[in-house]
């Protein structure tokens, strides 16, 4: 039987990952244009379809949503 801790935190660095080359792909079409809008379309689906898996176990296994799988911890400025 796999290990559900590790899917999950493989699921929060795909996500982590695709929000990183999301950030890349927005400097290149703010520099370039929009000609590689396609790719970050595609990015937004498989990022939400992760969201989506992680929620839906979240959902079946009553646990809390862990606020890793929402980006990295920003520091408190306030």
């Known amino acids: ?3 559900n801790s590790q899917a999950l935190t493989d699921n929060q660095k795909l996500a982590a990952d695709i929000r990183e080359a999301m950030v890349i792909l927005a400097r290149v079409i703010r520099k370039f244009g929009d000609t590689p809008w396609p790719l970050m ?3 937004q689906r498989e990022l939400k379809a992760i969201e989506d898996r992680e929620a839906l176990l979240v959902d079946l296994l009553g ?3 862990e606020s890793a799988s929402k980006g990295p911890d920003l520091p408190d400025l306030g």
Do not use: C
């Open 41 to 43: 379309e595609r990015f």
């Open 63 to 65: 646990e809390a949503p």
């Open 1 to 3: 039987m796999p290990n």
